[in-house]
């Protein structure tokens, strides 16, 4: 089906471990976007995508890491996970005009 | 930092009530949009507004801008227990394509 998906939806890890959320679009969308939502901060871009092999910052990249090798994935990793990395995270698209499509969310928690 | 700011925070009205959102923001913009969020899922696009627009409608949506005052409203006519959510405004200035959210608004619609 066409959309973005994200996986895991949930992970708990422990701090110092590396992990990666997964994010895949199948709309063939340039620019793709990773969110972290917590409370009291609504939502925070990471980092972003506007094609494949291009990537740049968001608001809060430190600890974070992205690649993007085909159109389709963008995958986020925690390098080394700490607890306040704890949260929420969205990967989204850009269609068009400007309007952003937002996938499911990974529930992570780093104990 | 949040560009956009929405007022109340919190709103809890009577189904068949109008609610009215508000957002202020502080830059110069393309387009203002507003999205919501049911609990525990991603954010949706509801409607997009351009900075030469001052009104626009989509079904039981009306979503004013001023950009002399840099604010914006959104209204939800005749609201339904379904319309219970998070609202975001999100501005977008089209610089690299992001947008950038505000900490939302939390509508409880009572049956």
């Known amino acids: 089906d066409a959309g973005i998906t994200q996986s895991p939806r949930y992970k708990i890890t422990e701090t110092g471990r590396q992990v990666t959320l997964m994010c895949h679009q199948t709309?063939?969308?340039?620019?793709m976007f990773w969110y972290r939502q917590d409370l009291g901060h609504g939502l925070r871009l990471i980092y972003y995508?506007?094609?494949?092999?291009?990537?740049d910052k968001g608001e809060v990249p430190d600890g974070y890491v992205v690649s993007r090798s085909k159109t389709e994935n963008f995958p986020l990793t925690l390098e080394s996970a700490t607890r306040s990395q704890t949260s929420v995270y969205f990967c989204?698209?850009?269609?068009?005009?400007?309007?952003?499509?937002f996938g499911p969310g990974t529930r992570l928690t780093v104990t | 930092s949040q560009q956009g700011e929405e007022d109340p925070q919190a709103l809890s009205i009577q189904e068949g009530e109008n609610a009215t959102m508000n957002c202020s923001y502080k830059?110069?913009?393309?387009?203002l949009q507003w999205y919501r969020q049911n609990s525990g899922r991603g954010l949706v696009h509801l409607i997009l507004?351009?900075?030469?627009?001052r009104e626009k409608h989509s079904g039981r949506l009306r979503v004013t801008l001023d950009t002399s005052k840099k604010s914006s409203s959104l209204l939800i006519t005749a609201s339904r227990a379904a319309d219970t959510a998070s609202y975001f405004c999100?501005?977008?200035?089209?610089?690299?394509?992001?947008?950038?959210f505000g900490k939302g608004i939390t509508l409880s619609v009572r049956p």
């Open positions: 830059t110069s913009i393309n387009n």
């Open positions: 709309w063939s969308h340039s620019y």
């Open positions: 507004i351009r900075s030469n627009e």
């Open positions: 995508s506007a094609a494949a092999d291009i990537t």
């Open positions: 999100a501005t977008y200035t089209g610089a690299n394509s992001k947008l950038t």
């Open positions: 989204a698209t850009q269609g068009d005009p400007y309007e952003q499509y």
